[in-house]
């Protein structure tokens, strides 16, 4: 089993920065592939970003390249997600979810992928 615990989120100026944090449980932590998912309002929910157990392989939606980057401390059990340049259609609750244990560079890129879910955490971006 693997809790998760998302943190970071805020009401940010457009252009401004925030950076998520998805604390988790469990020992394998570290073997797991970790996904962040957004939900704005009346939208479903997308990927944003995903990074595989070891760092090395990564993804991001076209929407947040060169803006957002996804990082991993598995010393720390930790998942990040910096977000620079914030434009206000990044306003939404954002999710980590993880899957796993993995060999290789490898992660999902659908929802229904990962079994562990964390309860969001509110991005709201004025403009």
């Known amino acids: 089993q693997v809790q998760l615990v998302e943190s970071g989120g805020g009401l940010v100026q457009a252009g401004g920065s925030l950076r998520l944090s998805c604390a988790a449980s469990g020992r394998t932590f570290s073997s797991y592939a970790v996904g962040w998912f957004r939900r704005a309002p009346g939208k479903e929910r997308v990927l944003v970003a995903a990074?595989?157990?070891?760092?090395?392989?990564?993804y991001y939606a076209d929407s947040v390249k060169g803006r957002f980057t996804i990082s991993r401390d598995n010393a720390k059990n930790t998942v990040y997600l910096q977000m620079n340049s914030l434009k206000p259609e990044d306003t939404a609750v954002y999710y980590c979810?993880?899957?796993?244990?993995?060999?290789?560079?490898?992660?999902?890129?659908?929802?229904?992928?990962?079994?562990?879910w964390g309860q969001g955490t509110q991005v709201t971006v004025s403009s």
């Open positions: 979810a993880a899957d796993g244990p993995f060999g290789g560079s490898y992660y999902y890129t659908r929802a229904d992928e990962y079994a562990y």
């Open positions: 990074i595989s157990w070891s760092g090395a392989s990564t």
